[in-house]
């Protein structure tokens, strides 16, 4: 079935460092890879998406990368703040034709100052 | 500035019971979709709507249903709730075909 995996599902990094958050995808129809991120307590939140037509995309701190051969993607956080702390979610747009999202399980970020 | 509502934010409910979940969209979307949040096992699909009355179900429909009589509404319901029910519940919506989800803030269910 489809399936998205995510790793790692806790990650812990010093103020200004950088954190990669991978996932790999199994359906190779997904065609669109979007990342949310969820703060304690709040509703998800898209941060970036990807297409499969484009193989990275950065806004500021943030980018993502897809590699389609391999079904997988990236997050790459730069300069990390204590408020990039949350957990992120990335997910692969599923088979079913009105646009089900399939999400991986979640990666809990912690930013040390 | 919020889009989509969840009717609450906690809710206690004892095992047996009838559990309504509502959710409200004011962005004109198609699909709307209720997810149900675990630690450890991230977002799993309940059921979704693309369409008013219409719905289909998702990976983890049994014990649940859902109704859609308006198109900014979707509801779900817990015939009689189970401990195993006890989770945060998440509604989202989004376009026909488009492809990012708009959540709302969730509905964290206990069932004792």
Redesign the interface.
């Known amino acids: 079935g489809e399936n998205v995996e995510?790793h790692p599902?806790t990650l812990s990094v010093q103020e200004g460092d950088s954190a990669v958050i991978k996932c790999t995808y199994s359906d190779s129809a997904s065609n669109?890879f979007?990342w949310?991120k969820q703060e304690l307590g709040?509703?998800?939140?898209?941060i970036i998406?990807i297409r499969s037509n484009v193989g990275e995309k950065k806004d500021q701190r943030i980018a993502v990368t897809l590699n389609k051969t391999a079904k997988h993607f990236s997050l790459h956080i730069t300069e990390t703040q204590p408020e990039d702390s949350a957990v992120y979610?990335c997910a692969a747009?599923g088979r079913?034709?009105?646009?089900?999202?399939i999400?991986?399980?979640?990666t809990k970020l912690s930013v040390k100052p | 500035d919020v889009k989509?509502t969840q009717s609450s934010r906690y809710l206690v409910k004892r095992t047996g019971e009838k559990v309504f979940l509502e959710c409200v969209q004011d962005m004109d979307h198609?699909?709307m979709?209720w997810?149900r949040q675990d630690p450890?096992?991230?977002?799993?699909?309940i059921y979704?709507s693309?369409d008013v009355k219409m719905k289909?179900k998702?990976d983890i429909p049994e014990g649940y249903s859902v109704s859609r009589e308006k198109k900014e509404r979707f509801s779900l319901i817990l015939e009689s709730a189970s401990t195993n029910q006890t989770s945060m519940y998440?509604c989202a919506s989004?376009f026909?075909?488009?492809?990012?989800?708009t959540?709302?803030?969730?509905t964290r269910l206990t069932v004792v």
């Open positions: 995510q599902s669109y979007p949310y709040k509703r998800p939140q898209l998406d979610f747009k079913r034709s009105q646009g089900n999202l999400f991986g399980k979640g | 989509v198609e699909n979709f997810y450890g096992l991230g977002l799993r699909l979704f693309y289909e998702g998440l989004s026909y075909r488009a492809q990012g989800y959540f709302g803030s969730g």
